[in-house]
Nanobody, 125 residues
Framework: QVELVESGGDSVQAGGSLRLACTAS????????MAWFRQTPGKEREGVAA????????HYADSVMGRFTISQDNAKNTVYLVMNSLKPEDTGMYYC??????????????????WGQGTQVTVSS
């Protein structure tokens, strides 16, 4: 069993930056793939960024490419999502997800087994 705990959500002005963190506890090593998803009321949850922790390969949604960066600290079983140039449409509940059944970074929701409780990001114009 893997427990994921997110932190770092906040309210910011458009153009600002935030760094989210997700720490995995339970396993002896960081899960093979970890990712960030987001959801706003009335919309489906969408994948934002993912990292294959074996080699650091990352994958991003087109909507965040060039603005968001996912990184990992294997010693701390933690992944980070640095979000720059934030826009009001980035507002949402951000969830961390993890799986050890992957061979590369994926932002498909069904690929993930473990989920955190979420951290709220609000970007005002």
């Amino acid at each position: 069993q893997v427990e994921l705990v997110e932190s770092g959500g906040d309210s910011v002005q458009a153009g600002g930056s935030l760094r989210l963190a997700c720490t995995a506890s339970g396993p002896t090593a960081i899960p093979s793939c970890m990712a960030w998803f987001r959801q706003t009321p009335g919309k489906e949850r969408e994948g934002v960024a993912a990292v294959y922790t074996g080699d650091g390969t990352a994958h991003y949604a087109d909507s965040v490419m060039g603005r968001f960066t996912i990184s990992q600290d294997n010693a701390k079983n933690t992944v980070y999502l640095v979000m720059n140039s934030l826009k009001p449409e980035d507002t949402g509940m951000y969830y961390c997800a993890a799986t050890s059944l992957c061979t590369g970074p994926t932002i498909l929701e069904n690929d993930y087994t473990y989920w955190g409780q979420g951290t709220q990001v609000t970007v005002s114009s």
